[in-house]
């Protein structure tokens, strides 16, 4: 099936940030389910290693933004479901800057956010950058990770 054929014939973007892989293995499996097209936004910045891991933290607390690269217009989308990690219970600075960057252009979202252990303020954070209509949203923990990104993913399926 090609991208344009999606659920419903909704048009559904996927885009996350995942620095160590977890958020990017959900937003596979809910883009699958969906058959939505996806996106993976890069942080420009170095954020491997005992430094990067430090620095990612405090750039998170800080609310910093961040250089990002990604290559999907979402304005191209009618929903678009975003994801992210949580950095010291907040959102990443790559996720940030997307949303600042492309809130004008998506029309409707959801929200995804994983998590050693909780969420913290990270979809909060989300909904007041974006400011418009969510859909949807999910804490997914590392412990169930693969059941409630399936889980989500069917919630997802049934509301749009
Ligand atoms: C800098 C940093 C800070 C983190 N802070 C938290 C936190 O405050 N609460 C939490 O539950 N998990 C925290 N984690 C764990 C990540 O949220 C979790 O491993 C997430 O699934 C990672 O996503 P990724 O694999 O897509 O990068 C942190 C991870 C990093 C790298």
Redesign the pocket.
């Known amino acids: 099936m090609t991208n344009s054929k999606q659920n419903k014939s909704k048009k559904i973007l996927v885009a996350?940030?995942?620095?160590?892989?977890?958020?990017?293995?959900v937003a596979k499996l809910i883009a699958k389910r969906l058959n939505a097209d996806i996106d993976e936004i890069e942080d420009k910045k170095p954020?491997k290693g005992l430094i990067g891991?430090?620095i990612?933290?405090y750039d998170?607390t800080r609310g910093k933004t961040t250089e990002i690269t990604f290559s999907k217009d979402p304005s191209d989308y009618e929903i678009v479901i975003l994801g992210s990690?949580?950095?010291?219970?907040?959102l990443t600075p790559a996720v940030r800057t997307y949303l600042l960057e492309n809130k004008e252009k998506i029309k409707k979202a959801c929200f995804f956010?994983?998590?050693?252990?909780?969420?913290?303020k990270a979809l909060t954070q989300m909904h007041e950058i974006y400011g418009g209509e969510v859909l949807g949203e999910k804490v997914?923990?590392?412990k169930n990770?693969e059941e409630e990104a399936r889980r989500f993913a069917e919630e997802l399926k049934s509301m749009i």
């Open positions: 996350f940030y995942s620095r160590d892989g977890h958020t990017r293995k954020r891991f430090l990612a933290g998170a990690p949580v950095w010291n219970g907040r956010v994983t998590c050693g252990i909780k969420g913290g997914v923990a590392r990770l």
